[in-house]
């Protein structure tokens, strides 16, 4: 059974549909990359996954007993994310407010599982540090911990990588690849950064207010759509609008 599928849907933001009659679906285990340019629907369409937007028509579906607030979630940075000022490990460890419910407290086992995620991702020995204090690869890794902590079946990722230099975007790929492979928790990240997309996903979801194409990674490379945004060429919506999905050949 799929975690989430999306049945026709529409999403509107600022009063303009900006996603419409969009179909795909997430499995366990799956690493689907959202890529598509500027102004696709790729942000909108998270935040509805996530229940921060709700749709204009159709439906998402949650199986295998997800829940929303089961959801990690790494947003875009923010200036503010930068300037908070708590210590790492009280970032890692607020990842589990939802799981918490009306207990007053931390559990031993939430503050076991913020340790584990902190060793995980290399930030054990920042505990202590304040969080504003840490360079933006630091950051990063701080609240992919927290996202971690929130959930054991699927995290969302919003551009992770932007702001960061060529070498902790390597690491950071590295590690977002280490925990969908060695965990099983499913993966779905936006990402402008089309050739590691390729490379590290599964499956691949390109949009363009609606689905060019979805299906798997090695499909895509083979596709029209993904030829010509792999190799930088006229954007594909305009050459024919075409539409190519898993299993469903081409449609104009």
Request: proline share 2%; charged share 25%.
């Amino acid at each position: 059974m799929a975690l989430i599928r999306c049945e026709n849907v529409s999403i509107g933001y600022e009063g303009q549909t900006v996603v419409r009659d969009l179909s795909f679906q997430i499995s366990a285990g799956d690493y689907l990359c959202i890529v598509g340019e500027n102004g696709s629907g790729k942000s909108t369409l998270v935040k509805s996954l996530l229940g921060l937007k709700s749709v204009e028509k159709g439906r998402i579906i949650y199986g295998d007993g997800l829940r929303q607030n089961e959801i990690g979630y790494l947003p875009q940075q923010t200036d503010v994310q930068k300037d908070f000022p708590a210590s790492v490990y009280e970032v890692v460890l607020s990842g589990r407010l939802n799981s918490r419910g009306l207990r007053p407290f931390y559990t031993a086992a939430d503050r076991k599982q913020a340790w584990e995620n902190m060793e995980l991702l290399g930030i054990g020995d920042f505990a202590k540090h304040c969080f504003r204090d840490l360079s933006g690869g630091q950051r990063q890794r701080v609240l992919l911990a927290r996202a971690l902590c929130a959930t054991r079946t699927l995290l969302l990722l919003d551009e992770p990588v932007t702001g960061l230099d060529p070498i902790v975007t390597a690491e950071f790929y590295q590690l977002i690849k280490k925990i969908n492979r060695e965990s099983g928790i499913a993966v779905v990240m936006v990402s402008h950064d089309i050739e590691s997309a390729v490379q590290d996903a599964s499956h691949i979801l390109h949009l363009q207010e609606t689905a060019l194409f979805f299906g798997t990674a090695e499909d895509y490379r083979k596709s029209r759509v993904g030829r010509a945004f792999l190799s930088g060429e006229t954007e594909p919506e305009q050459e024919g609008k075409t539409r190519e999905t898993k299993g469903g050949g081409e449609n104009v």
